[in-house]
Structure formats: C-alpha cells, structure tokens
C-alpha cells in the first residue's frame, strides 16, 4: 500500500461522502473547484451552500508533495528531504441551530527517509447540548475505535477533548470525539494496513454519523433567538480555528492555499460584547456542559 | 510626568471620546463596564451597538500591572520585574458599507528597571475605498505628525502598511494610517513629554477625524449587495485580528481580559468560498487597491 494508492482511496471517499451529503440535503449539490499546487500536486475543494440542511459546507481533498518548506522544519521539526501529504477535510454548518456543526479529517504524511504517520478524527460541535444525542455519537466511535485497539476510543477522545480547547474563553469547541496524530506502527499496535482502515472506516462512517445526528433536530423549530446563539457559537469556531487550530495556523503560515483553509469558516458568524446567556436557559445549559470535561460514555 | 499621570490622561481622553462618538452616532450611547485584573490594575470597556451610525463599536481603556509574566519574558522578550502598560483602543463597526472602520490606539509600558516606550496608531478600513478620502485621512495624520517630527509620517505609515498586511489573502486590511512602537526618547529626536503629546494628539483628534470619514458615506444609499460584501469585509478584519494581529494573539495566549480583546469583532461577518467580486464593479476596484501599496500623499 503506497501513498499513490492512500491518495486515491482518499479521492474515492471524497466523491461517496460528497453524494451521501447531497441525499441527505435534498436540495443543493456540491461546486467542484480543482486546483494545482505549484510545488506539486494539488486539490479538489467541493462546497455546497443554501441547501435544507447544509448552510455553508465544505469536502476537500488534496494530495501535495515536493522539497520539505522552510516553515516545516520550523514548525514541525523536519529535516531535508521530500514530503508527500494527502487527506480529506470536512467542516458542515447546517442551517437549523438545532442540528450540530460537524468536523471530520483524515490525512496522511511521508517523508523521504520512510517515515509516515496517519491523522484524523472527527468531532461535533451542537449549538444546543443534547446529552443523548452526544452519547450516540461517542458510542459510535467508540464502536469504530474498538473494531481496531481497545485503548483507541478513550485515548484519542482525551487527545480530543485537549486539542479543541478554547483556552481564551474556558470551553470546549463541542463535545469532542477523537482526534489522532502522528500514529504509526511503530507507536501503535497496528500494522500501516490497519491504520490506513482506521482512518478510512472513520470517513466512510461519516454520512452516516452525521445523518443520524441531522435526523435528531432538522425538523426542530427555530426562532429569532436560536439563530442569534447559532451565530454567536459559529463566532467561537471562527475563533478557535483561525486563534488555535494548529492545522490551520499552519497552513495559513506557511503559505497554504487559503481558499481551502478557510472552506471551514461559518457563512455568518455574530459577536456580542459579553454575551451571557440568562439564568436557566438551555443556552447556558449548552455552555456549562461546554465548560466541564464530559465522559459521555 | 509618571505611569499615573499618563494613565489619568487616557482615561479622560476615553471619556471625551465616548462623548464624541455619542454626538456623531446620535442615537445610541456607550455601555460602561469596569474590571479588575486579579494580579493589578484593570480597565474600563466602553461599548456601544446599534447606533444610526455605529452597528457595534468599543473605547476601551486600561491600566495593568504586576509581576512580568512567563508569556511576556518568552514572546517580549522582557527579564524579571514589573511591568506597567497603559491604554486606549478603539474599533467602529459602522452600519453603512459606504464608511470605514477604524481603529486607533494609544499605548503606554513601563518596566521596573526604568525602560518605557510608546506606542499607537490610527488605522482605516473602508469597504469601498474611495480615493479622494483615504487621501484626506493620511494629510490628517500627516499634518498631526508633522508638527511632532518630519519623518514620523513616512515612517509610521510604512509601519502600518506593513502591520496591516494580511499574507494569507496578499492584501492589505484597508488603507493603514500610521503605527508605531516602542518610542522613548532613545531612539527618536523626542522628549518623553514630547512623545506622550503624540499619542494625546492622535487620540483627542480621532473624533473630528472620524467624524469626517463618516459624513462622506453616511447618508450613501446601500443595497443587500453592498451589505454582502460589508460582511465579507468584516470576514477578513476578523482574519487579520486573529490571524496576524500581535496584540490580539498576545492578548489572548497570555491570558489577557477576553472580552476587552475581541471588542474589536464586527457584530456579523460573512464568509463565502472563493469569492471573487465581477470585473469592473466597485468592490473589484477595492480590492484592487488592497492588493497594491498605495503612497496616498
């Protein structure tokens, strides 16, 4: 299994979850934007808009190679050498408050000397905390991890719950999920093989993870006030990825193709100075639950 | 003249701007709200939204010291001590896509081994740049620096063409100002009374200088395409301030007051994937100039 054949896997998964996403939507289809990198490789950017559940989403791939950059071996402490990196990138803002935000990546890193490693995870970012429905979703992957290292789930949901920390405002992106990078056989018990399946089961799971999770709230009605905590929980996602994110620090640093970096940010997104939800209601529900570490499981 | 003195100047000059803008909004007043810093000091954020002119806007003031922190000493480069950092900030969200933003800044920072420096600016961000404005703006501030030193202005006004830069986008925040930093008497012709004048000057002058920017544009028609493309305006202020802008980072990474920091975010930003505005239209024509350095004098 080389890294020609992980980059076309990745390419296939992206076209399946770009159809599973448009069936679920039921109304708006994916724009494909195809670009190059001059360095080598390139991309495909699908995006969707105005859909009945899909406010504002994005599905990318890419798979870019050349001279490992000046900012990897500063930020990322590598050497000389060639790169090759592929992956798939998800970030979907659904139009109802009542259906969660969903992030999902998978990627793949090799270097010259031999070394590769895996990343990925997927996490879920409601604007309303629904306890049962977070549970579902974390039974899940704990299902998927399980099917491939009994100590996955619990590992990789800390890494989780420690890398979409919002230091700045004491609260967590969402409830979490898993986050991995860096793993390889020789930091895991896996094989490369086995790796590679757990990234690609995670995204062939995605559609199906996200549908169920849609199906809880689509249909919830909605008022002005819910579209304004919406827009004020889509103003911290902008802030913990363009203040925190590391990938996209980095990509934006480096001099990564913007376009795509920020395919993640909200269609619209709402600051209020010191915005604090009234006593009692399930806004402040949503933030205590989003201030405290949660096993859901 | 002490940190005290210069402290009770900014904050009367808060005060007289609060009431300044207070007469140029003409319907909306400011919302005051005084904090303490747990480790000294602490400040008064001056918030307003919802004006006939201004949509959301902040004067803040504050005074802090203590102890120089880990994040000073790692990112400032500062040694053990106290420190003592005094200021005004401002950022004007306006309603109308025809006038600016605008942020101005004064600041002050004193070290217990008797080291002090000045630093500040004021800074325009149009969503439509119209060239005969954006040059009254820079003779303003020109005419202010003049009477102060006569390479401040092509000095300071490459320093914000430079700070305002936004790599990832390739274009500027808007159409700069001046800034500067770190000023004492040791590395210019000025006393330190001198150099406090500056930055009074700069701050007791942000009303009138405001005031004319915004009666240029306020009573502008406007459409939903040209709110569009305010929020996506607004969209890249928010990249910069979180991106690249080092005292919002510092501020956040070190533990500063959250909310005093992100008075800066527009009340509604928008993002779109890979918009690109049509040729010959006006919002072409801005970013056209974004995309240059442009000598407006």
Redesign the interface.
């Known amino acids: 299994m080389n890294k020609e054949y992980i980059a076309s896997a990745y390419q296939k998964l992206q076209a399946s979850i770009c159809d599973g996403l448009e069936k679920l939507d039921g109304k708006s289809t994916f724009s494909s934007?195809k670009w190059d990198r001059t360095e080598g490789g390139g991309g495909i950017?699908n995006?969707i808009?105005n859909g009945n559940i899909i406010e504002?989403g994005?599905v990318a791939f890419s798979a870019v190679y050349g001279p490992v950059s000046d900012p990897m071996k500063k930020q990322l402490g590598m050497s000389d050498g060639d790169f090759f990196a592929t992956g798939i990138s998800i970030v979907i803002h659904p139009k109802n408050p009542h259906v969660p935000i969903i992030h999902m990546n998978v990627r793949y890193f090799e270097l010259s000397d031999g070394t590769y490693w895996f990343g990925g995870g997927i996490d879920l970012t409601p604007h309303y905390v629904v306890r049962e429905n977070a549970v579902i979703f974390h039974q899940q992957l704990q299902t998927i991890c399980k099917s491939f290292d009994d100590s996955f789930y619990t590992k990789h949901k800390a890494w989780a719950d420690d890398y979409f920390y919002i230091?700045?405002?004491g609260e967590s992106r969402g409830i979490g999920g898993i986050f991995f990078d860096h793993l390889s056989e020789s930091n895991t018990t896996l094989s490369k093989d086995r790796l590679f399946e757990y990234c690609t089961k995670l995204a062939s799971s995605f559609v199906s993870i996200y549908s169920q999770q849609v199906s809880f709230g689509k249909d919830n009605f909605f008022n002005e006030e819910e579209l304004k905590w919406r827009?004020l929980r889509r103003?911290r996602y902008?802030?913990f990825n363009?203040?925190h994110d590391r990938g996209t620090?980095f990509g934006?640093?480096s001099g990564g193709r913007?376009?795509s970096?920020?395919?993640s940010?909200?269609?619209?997104?709402?600051?209020?100075?010191?915005y604090n939800p009234s006593k009692g209601s399930k806004e402040e529900e949503t933030l205590e639950i989003l201030k405290s570490k949660v096993d859901w499981i």
Request: a negative charge; aromatic letters at 10%.
């Open positions: 934007d950017t995006t808009v504002k994005g230091p700045h405002r827009n103003g902008v802030e363009l203040v620090k934006l640093y913007t376009e970096i920020l395919m940010m909200p269609p619209l997104a709402h600051w209020e100075y010191d």
